[in-house]
Structures are given as structure tokens and as C-alpha cells.
């Protein structure tokens, strides 16, 4: 079990320390992440700034902080946004059962039937560049698998002793499903949710980085990286900073969430 | 045989999704789209100059543009049924002759990646829990641990520096040579064979837990017999089970790898076509992948089958 614990403290390091440059990075660091200065393109690490400067002279504290502020805030809403939708339609579904279930699981297996990522392409091409197709898309595509687990738990629960007592004293859905189901949801809704944030904090640097995603100049991990990639000789740090924020955002992420989720 | 029909309707009702989700998001696009579609075509067929409103209402007339929306859907939807996917607005060429050209290399590239993936990742997860607890088994966990963290395209880029720059002995990019399948299906195989690696070691601890095993000890049988004939197998079912889930990384996967290696296949014409908006070849493209995505997923139903004869009587 100790291992798990280190498991664990492994990834809330890693998670605390990006949520952190998200929240005070842009307030602490002065310099502007857009604010190009040709004449000081390119330069090493520890001058005046303590990453360096990009191709164009920005600084890349600046914007890896802006673009963890990004990357952190993005994910949270999207997986926050799937995790509601999949949560209430999941309880909706196993207490009504009939037609609604049948509806929801149709809309559940229609969603399925295609590898997120095309879905999310489709929608980008709506309004190239911008966040909303993004956030919808991968919002939609996280959605199932909360929706899944708490529907099949909630039925079984339903059936449960205690919660057809509390039915014959007369008590509601709303008092069943806040006593009932949501204890036993938690944990793995909270597994769920860390999985589904690791996955869309993915998917946007993914996204951006074969340019279907944010654009420049919004500083973006993956943006940064395309930027990068031509200076890889020049630059190596540069173009490491990202990934690395990356790498250990995700890796966190799914630290935090356990294995065995997906 | 009535579980073989119901798996192969399970895959036609998603392949029927798939069509429908592409086909209907695509004719919204299309509506999406700024300004008049009459006078869109009509540019496009007689030149910018030529157009006037008489054109432009003539093609309205011809196309049956001014009709109530969801006869216009319909239509769209039928057009996809007939498997007339109209042209590439960038090129001017057949939408489904540039996915039949495309179609090759991407389903050569997948195979690749599973079959690589299939060699390397279940052995080293079989080793591994043959070694719980161990050294080789803690460090290949943490590395399979921090592989499925980082993203192909990250994957894709180390690769790309280290064995195509740095060392140069392959090339970077492209396709007209033997050696440029190394790194795109290395960058495939390498996420695929983290996951399944890992699957297979919880399947294979799981099995060697069972009573069976304990039997097979018991009569006497050496540990390569008891692995060889009584673990394998019944490790092998849920990771073929589990090779329905990473069909969706392979897929996504496959559209990054091709954009990043500039592999001439359908995820990479598929993300140009998002790029220039390209209504005709993102459908048909986005099609291609989606019903390849369930034709791998009914492959692996039926090796599910072929593995476990639980499954088969259930």
C-alpha cells in the first residue's frame, strides 16, 4: 500500500506545482508573453530571463506560465463540464429507467461510435483557432465515461436494502441520490474526473500543436513546441520547457487518478 | 450462432452513427460557412468576375438551395448513403479517389503499429509479472507509467531528434523509403505497447493467482509448461478485450503521427482538410476513419470470440 501513497504524493507534486505556475506565474513573472524583441532572439537560459527567449524574443517563463494558466483552467472546465453532464444524465437515467435510459444510452453509443479526436477535428473546423470548438468537443467526448460508471453503479445501488427502505419512509429521489449514490460515487468519479482532465490537457496541446488547435501567438505547450521545433539545436531548453510541463501535468494527473481507470 | 449476429448489428448500428454524426455535423458546416453558397459555387464554377446574381440564382435553382433546411439534410445524407462524397474543394479531385489512394498507407501504418506493439508489449508484460515485485518489474512499470503520460506527438518529436537528427539514421519524414516506416510506427507502437504491457501483467498476476495454476503446480508441471499452456491463454482474453479500448488511441494516433511525419494517409489529409476547411474531403475523410475505427473494433470482437469460449456461450 505504500507504494500507492508514493504513487500518489508523486502526483500531487506534480499537479500542485503546474497548478501553482498557472495561478501565480502570470501575477509574479512582469514580462509579457506576446512582447516580441528581435534583437534578443534566441537567448540561453539564466540571463535575464531565467528560460531563455523564443525565436522572437519573448520570454518563455512568461509564456509557460500563461500557458499553464491555459492548459490547467481549460482542462478543469472541460472535464468539470463532461463530469456534470455524464453525472446527471447517468443518475436521470437509472432512476427513471424506460424510455429516458433508452435515450440516454442511445446518445451515450452514438457518441462512442466515433475516436473523440474527430470529433473534436470537425468542430475546429467550425471556427479554426478558436477555444469553443475545443471545449465543446472534448467536453462531449469525456461526457460517456461518467455516464457509464455512475449509471451501471447507480442501478445496482437502486436495488440495495437500505435505499428501498428509505423509499417506503417516504423520502425523495434528490434525498436517495445524496445519500445513497453520491457516497459511493466519489471516489471513482473523483478517478474520472483526474483521468478526463490528464486526457484534455492532452488533447488541447495535441491539437494546437498539428495547428488545428489554439494559434499563435496565444502562448499554448503545444504551440510552443511547433514554434520551437525549427531552433531544436539552438534551443534545447526552449523546446524541452514545455514537454516537460506537459509530461508532468498528465503524468500527475494519472498518478492522482490511480491505474486500472482506463 | 445468434451472438455473431448480434455483435455484427451492434458494429452496423455504430457504423450507422458514424456516418450520420459525420454526415450531419459536415452539412451544418457547410451552412456555417460565410456568405451566399449560390454564390460560392457559382465563383467557383465561372471564375470570380463572371459572377452576377443571375448566376448565383441559377445555381440556387439547379442545386435546390432555396429549399427548407432539412430537405437540404436529407439530401446531404442520401448523397453519403449513394457513397458520392462530391470533390476536394482544394484539389478538384474525386473525394473518394484521393481516400482510396490514402487508404493504403494509413491502414499499413495502424497494422504496423499493432503488430509491433502486439510483439513487444504482452511479452514484457508477462516478464514483468513473472518478475512482481522485482527490479525489472518496477522499472518497466514506471516507464510504461510515464509513456502513456506523454502525448504521441511529444513521443513523435523525441524520436524524431534523437534517431533522425542527431544520430541520422533514419529519415524525419516521409514515405518513399523503407526506413520511413521506423519512426511513425515506432511512435504508434511505443503508446500502444505501454498500455498493453501493463494489461497484460495485472491479467497475467491475475491468472497466475487462480486455482488452476495452483493445480497445475501441484501435478507437477515445470513453470514454462504452467505459463505456456494454463496462463497465456486466459491472460490473452482480457487483453485482447482491452485492444477495443486502445483502438481509440491507435486512430487518434494515427492522425497525429501522419500530420507529424507527413505520412501520405487519411489523418493527414484529414487535418488539412480542417485547416482549409475543406468541406467534401474533412466528411470523407472523417468517414474513412470512423469506419475503420469499427471495422478494427469488429476484428477484435471476433478475436475475443476466437480467445475465450466463454465468451462464444454467453
Redo the contacts between chains.
Keep these: 500500500m505504500s507504494s500507492r501513497f508514493v504513487r500518489r504524493a508523486i502526483g500531487a507534486a506534480c499537479v500542485g506545482a503546474v497548478v501553482l505556475l498557472a495561478i501565480l506565474g502570470p501575477w509574479l513573472i512582469e514580462a509579457d508573453p506576446l512582447r516580441q524583441n528581435l534583437r534578443a532572439a534566441l537567448r540561453p537560459p539564466f540571463g535575464d530571463d531565467l528560460l531563455g527567449t523564443d525565436h522572437l524574443g519573448r520570454s518563455v517563463l512568461a509564456r509557460l506560465a500563461h500557458a499553464a494558466r491555459l492548459s490547467v483552467s481549460f482542462g478543469a472546465a472541460s472535464a468539470a463540464s463532461a463530469a456534470l453532464l455524464g453525472t446527471g444524465l447517468g443518475l436521470v437515467a437509472a432512476l427513471r429507467g424506460g424510455i429516458v435510459d433508452r435515450v440516454a444510452g442511445a446518445l451515450c ?2 457518441t462512442m ?7 473534436v ?6 471556427a ?1 483557432g478558436a477555444f469553443w470548438p475545443l471545449y465543446l468537443g472534448i467536453a462531449l467526448a469525456l461526457w460517456v465515461e461518467f455516464f457509464r460508471l455512475v449509471r451501471t453503479v447507480a442501478r445496482s445501488r437502486l436495488m440495495a436494502p437500505e435505499v428501498e427502505a428509505a423509499r417506503l419512509f417516504g423520502f425523495g429521489d434528490l434525498h436517495i441520490v445524496k445519500r445513497h449514490l453520491l457516497p459511493h460515487l466519489l471516489p471513482a468519479l473523483g478517478a474520472l474526473f483526474a483521468f478526463g482532465f ?1 486526457a484534455s490537457v ?1 488533447a488541447v ?2 491539437l494546437s ?4 488547435g489554439l494559434r499563435p501567438p496565444t502562448p499554448e505547450w ?1 504551440n510552443m ?1 511547433t514554434e520551437l ?1 525549427p531552433y ?1 539545436d539552438e534551443a534545447p531548453i526552449q523546446l524541452l520547457a514545455p ?1 516537460g510541463l ?2 508532468a501535468t ?2 500527475g494527473l ?2 492522482l487518478a490511480g ?2 481507470t ?1 | 450462432m445468434g451472438g455473431v449476429g448480434r455483435a455484427l448489428a451492434d458494429r452496423l448500428l455504430q457504423a450507422l452513427f458514424v456516418a450520420l454524426l459525420v454526415g450531419v455535423l459536415c452539412f451544418f458546416l457547410a451552412e456555417a460557412l460565410p456568405g451566399d453558397q449560390a454564390f460560392r459555387i457559382a465563383a467557383a464554377r465561372y471564375g470570380e468576375d463572371m459572377v452576377s446574381g443571375i448566376a448565383a440564382d441559377a445555381v440556387r435553382a439547379e442545386l435546390g438551395l432555396d429549399r427548407p433546411a432539412w430537405l437540404r439534410l436529407a439530401d446531404w445524407l442520401l448523397n453519403i448513403a449513394r457513397i458520392d462524397l462530391g470533390v476536394s474543394l482544394v484539389s478538384g479531385e474525386s473525394v473518394f479517389e484521393e481516400l482510396v489512394h490514402q487508404l493504403g498507407s494509413t491502414i499499413g501504418l495502424s497494422l504496423a503499429a499493432l503488430a509491433l506493439s502486439a510483439l513487444v508489449g504482452p511479452p514484457l508484460g508477462v516478464f514483468f509479472a513473472l518478475r512482481a515485485g522485482k527490479l525489472p518489474d518496477a522499472i518497466g512499470t514506471a516507464a510504461a507509467a510515464a509513456l502513456r503520460a506523454l502525448p504521441s506527438f511529444a513521443v513523435g518529436i523525441a524520436l524524431m531528434l534523437v534517431f533522425a537528427s542527431w544520430l541520422a539514421v533514419v529519415p524525419a519524414a516521409g514515405y518513399d523509403q523503407p526506413q520511413s516506416w521506423l519512426l511513425p510506427t515506432t511512435t504508434l507502437a511505443l503508446g500502444l505497447a505501454a498500455t498493453s504491457s501493463i494489461v497484460s501483467r495485472q491479467a497475467t498476476l491475475a491468472v497466475l493467482q487462480s486455482s488452476q495454476i495452483a493445480f497445475a503446480r501441484t501435478k507437477g508441471l515445470g513453470e514454462f509448461d504452467v505459463v505456456r499452456r494454463h496462463a497465456v491463454r486466459n491472460a490473452a482474453a482480457p487483453v485482447v478485450a482491452y485492444l477495443g479500448v486502445q483502438l481509440v488511441y491507435l486512430v487518434e494516433g494515427v492522425v497525429v503521427v501522419e500530420s507529424l511525419f507527413a505520412w501520405p494517409g487519411i489523418g493527414h489529409a484529414l487535418v488539412h482538410a480542417v485547416i482549409a476547411r475543406d468541406i467534401p474531403m474533412l466528411q470523407g475523410t472523417a468517414l474513412a476513419m470512423g469506419l475503420l475505427f469499427v471495422l478494427l473494433n469488429a476484428a477484435v470482437d471476433f478475436a475475443c470470440r476466437a480467445i475465450d469460449p466463454r465468451v462464444r456461450h454467453a
Aim: avoid cysteine.
Design positions: 453509443d452514438a461510435a466515433l475516436p473523440g479526436l474527430l470529433l477535428l470537425i468542430l475546429a473546423a467550425f479554426p490528464g492532452a496541446s495535441t500543436f498539428i495547428g488545428v503545444g513546441m521545433l531544436y514537454a506537459l509530461f498528465v503524468l494519472q498518478l491505474r486500472d482506463k
